[in-house]
């Protein structure tokens, strides 16, 4: 009885194959712009463009990459329940459910502020931003351990909110003093805020740079549900290292620009 127990087990958690491989799907966060979002209902971006290069030449698997809110996303791979999910940070401490090996991109944590908020100079992050309202994406472990104890202290006062857009909307309308994330991905959603004629073009401004962080493709620890999980890392590594070598990933990123 035993064995067949673990049959059906076997046949209900493992992913179906076909004639172009074991199906897999992959999740990115949905609300990144212009690393990983959804747009006209696809899921795009920087990291998208990579991912689905280098799953075209792993013919022992046929990927499906889909969005999801970052938060649900997080919740999900803790529970075992998503194999893969990107781009996270690498934070084994915080997020122990994920294994981080290879970074596919370097990106840069700024902070942003409006300009009345800098007509005094802050420098130093983050001693120089207590007593202020700081606004963040839910889910993302951005800013350091010296800011969480500020944080958690009383000291600063931490917003946060779902997606790039959304936050720099909220420190537009004064709801928050700055923001914090990636360079690019602020540069990005105020151009497009510009282009709806919700910014003026000049009123935010970088204030500092925090640290420089990479993004990876973040799997799932769980190894019973997802047996297939080695051949799969060691394919995609061997694939993403030849990608790096050749220099494709840089060239994806300024194709994506450009467009």
């Not at 712009?33 to 990291?47: M, Q």
């Not at 942003?112 to 963040?136: A, F, M, Q």
Request: hydrophobic share 40%; net charge negative.
């Amino acid at each position: 009885m035993s064995k067949w127990i673990t049959i059906l087990v076997c046949l209900i958690t493992w992913p179906k194959w076909t004639s172009a491989g074991l199906d897999v799907t992959i999740y990115g966060d949905d609300a990144y712009p212009p690393y990983s979002y959804v747009e006209s209902g696809r899921l795009t971006g920087i990291y998208t463009v990579i991912l689905e290069s280098a799953f075209e030449r792993m013919p022992n698997f046929n990927v499906t990459l889909a969005g999801i809110p970052w938060q649900q996303g997080l919740a999900d791979i803790e529970r075992g329940n998503l194999f893969a999910l990107y781009p996270p940070y690498k934070r084994p401490d915080l997020r122990p459910f994920m294994e981080y090996d290879m970074p596919i991109l370097e990106e840069h944590l700024v902070a942003v502020c409006t300009k009345s908020v800098l007509s005094t100079p802050r420098p130093n992050w983050p001693e120089d931003y207590k007593g202020l309202t700081i606004g963040k994406n839910a889910g993302f472990a951005s800013g350091g351990p010296a800011f969480r104890q500020l944080v958690e202290r009383g000291d600063i006062s931490l917003l946060e909110t779902r997606g790039t857009a959304f936050s720099l909307l909220q420190l537009l309308k004064g709801l928050t003093d700055c923001y914090i994330n990636d360079r690019l991905s602020i540069q990005w959603e105020l151009k497009q805020l510009a282009k709806e004629r919700k910014y003026d073009g000049f009123s935010v401004v970088e204030a500092t740079v925090i640290s420089t962080e990479h993004g990876y493709l973040g799997f799932a620890t769980d190894q019973a549900h997802f047996p297939f999980k080695a051949a799969f890392k060691g394919q995609f590594y061997d694939v993403l290292a030849d990608m790096k070598a050749k220099g494709e990933i840089e060239q994806i990123v300024r194709d994506f620009l450009q467009n």
